[in-house]
């Protein structure tokens, strides 16, 4: 039974065979339909796999200038590839006149793309001198929602950010590292006694920087000037572009953590204007892309295996600080590949092909 | 074969059987021995077991007035055991001229008891009214003397800090939770759905608020005003206390990881002076009780793997806030079986042991 698709504009999809790709699957089949074609890209080696989008079967043709044929004005081009190759094929389509949203780092920096989270800044979409808009790394998306909402009544000073990221964030390869790791050390006594968890798990730790089981790494990215990592100032870059505060103090620690799905973050914001806790709480319910779990008493804070596999980001241990009553402390969860990729990138696309209706 | 013991106070270990106490009994094997008699006293249902100190098998007597019988003034109690416990019996052992070395939460509050790590404030442990010593908790333990390093030089202004706290600071409970947890989620695909991690679980979270394995939990202690945790709340204190800085401005989250020994911490410290990264690190370097390992380039930074069954607090990703030259960032693992407790207490004991050489 195959529907007809002759309304709506086609949605290429370019990495679609990846983490972020098959959560984006999945949604395109739950949220509200208002794709014309959907259409699967991916690297040669996938090319001919068959996935399921909207409960239909559909073949994953390989990213060549062919692949776009049929594209035009109107239709848009989500990648969730690597930098790289979003930079090489990006003008690709731009080209033909096709909308596109990158999820890569390619394009984060560049003035002429708007760098978008709905909840946030929506209204960027609309000026996109390059055809290009793009989302914001997982790490400022988990975030980024409940800090603008609390930027908008007391006006963001200065910001201190720890994270707990999620393996997922580095792909495929990044879950199944954790797992591989998490089986080797399992119903051991290892993790007690100096080298033990390295020796068990092996020279061989994917894409994180030292083993992952039983550990945290203070490690994510590329080094930079001064000991900072590219995605320390990646999130300290991206947080001043969303918020429109290019001169936010803004410090930022990344470690993974041995969770599988599920960014976590500490996060102590300073205000221009006084904060009243039960006030920032009721800020906070009301945002939009934002729950609040707020009840320790009643075992009730925001964890990452239970933000997985949902939309929002969750803000909890809402408290202000002890010693300055400007300053507020929060704990927020989201999924990575969601609100961090792939519900982003479908938000957008989803603002797009509004202006196209 | 017996060796003579004539010599060098006694020293009353009192819940030798605990997390904790085993750590301490391999190191009273190992570091230069001071003592006479070491006697090992832990609850009833422990009493009878034979452990092995200085390679002798020891009996473990019971926690009774009885046990502490022939101590007096010159020698020494160590106290690893819960507050409540420490409460009840360490004016037992003061009455008779014996100092004690508590642990727990009971007397660190106490302005009568010195709260001392012997790299930043040895000198404390001379004036203690009440006969006894307190050692602070392990979260503050872990940064304290990276932190009086730098303090020395820049005076500290304020404070920031995220835990990722190891199961083992909650005992052999919370080891054996983490373990059992890991063994149930492990080889399998958990951690990516909602509830899926709660679920495989089960119920018993052990001493944590939540399920740890693959997790991260933030909430450690006991419900406080305003949302804080008690834990939070000490780390505050004791910072304060042993860095005489009482109206210091600190800010706490504490987090519990899938981690099973060392915790970590990342910190962002403010001072009077501007900070410069080289010399702060050659402080660092110089620091007792610290190592840095900080090459980021050659994937050298503290990870609680390397640090567990180590003495040492590994302190590396030291850097200079971008938007404020009078800000340090790092981050720190240290032991918390041993730096946030045995290894301590040995050192505070023996300490006094040289005042009555």
């Given at each position: 039974m195959t529907r007809t698709r002759s309304s709506g504009p086609a949605l290429a999809v370019v990495g679609a065979t990846g983490a972020v790709g098959s959560v984006l699957l999945q949604m395109l089949s739950l949220r509200a339909d208002v794709w014309g074609e959907i259409r699967l890209i991916a690297s040669a080696r996938s090319a001919g796999r068959m996935l399921v989008v909207r409960a239909e079967e559909t073949e994953v043709i390989a990213l060549?200038?062919?692949?776009?044929?049929?594209?035009?004005?109107g239709d848009i081009a989500l990648f969730l590839t690597p930098a790289d190759i979003s930079a090489r094929w990006a003008p690709v389509v731009t080209a033909r006149g096709t909308v596109v949203i990158d999820l890569?780092?390619?394009?984060?920096?560049?003035?002429?793309?708007p760098l978008v989270v709905p909840e946030v800044?929506?209204?960027?979409?609309?000026?996109r001198p390059r055809g290009i808009v793009a989302g914001p790394d997982c790490v400022t998306a988990t975030m980024i929602a409940a800090l603008g909402a609390l930027h908008s009544e007391y006006a963001l000073r200065d910001l201190v950010v720890s994270s707990y990221q999620a393996a997922s964030a580095a792909g495929r390869a990044g879950s199944e590292t954790l797992r591989r790791q998490q089986s080797l050390v399992?119903?051991?006594?290892?993790?007690?006694?100096?080298?033990d968890v390295r020796r068990a798990v092996g020279e061989d730790t994917g894409p994180f920087a030292a083993p992952l089981a039983l550990n945290v790494v203070p490690w994510s990215g590329e080094l930079r000037a001064d000991g900072w990592s590219s995605h320390e100032l990646a999130v300290r870059g991206e947080t001043r572009r969303i918020l429109q505060l290019e001169q936010l103090p803004v410090s930022v620690t990344c470690v993974q953590v041995p969770v599988l799905t599920g960014h976590s973050l500490t996060v102590r914001a300073r205000f221009e204007r006084e904060v009243e806790a039960a006030h920032a709480r009721e800020i906070l319910e009301a945002a939009p892309g934002v729950v609040l779990v707020d009840d320790p008493a009643a075992g009730e804070f925001p964890t990452p295996v239970d933000a997985a596999g949902t939309d929002p980001a969750w803000v909890g241990r809402v408290r202000v600080s002890l010693d300055d009553p400007y300053a507020l402390e929060f704990f927020v969860c989201a999924d990575n590949l969601r609100k961090g990729a792939a519900l982003n990138a479908a938000q957008i696309a989803e603002l797009i092909a509004g202006e196209f209706a």
């Open positions: 060549t200038e062919d692949a776009f044929d049929g594209l035009g004005p890569s780092a390619a394009f984060r920096e560049d003035l002429e793309v800044n929506g209204h960027a979409v609309r000026i399992a119903g051991t006594s290892l993790g007690e006694q100096p080298g």
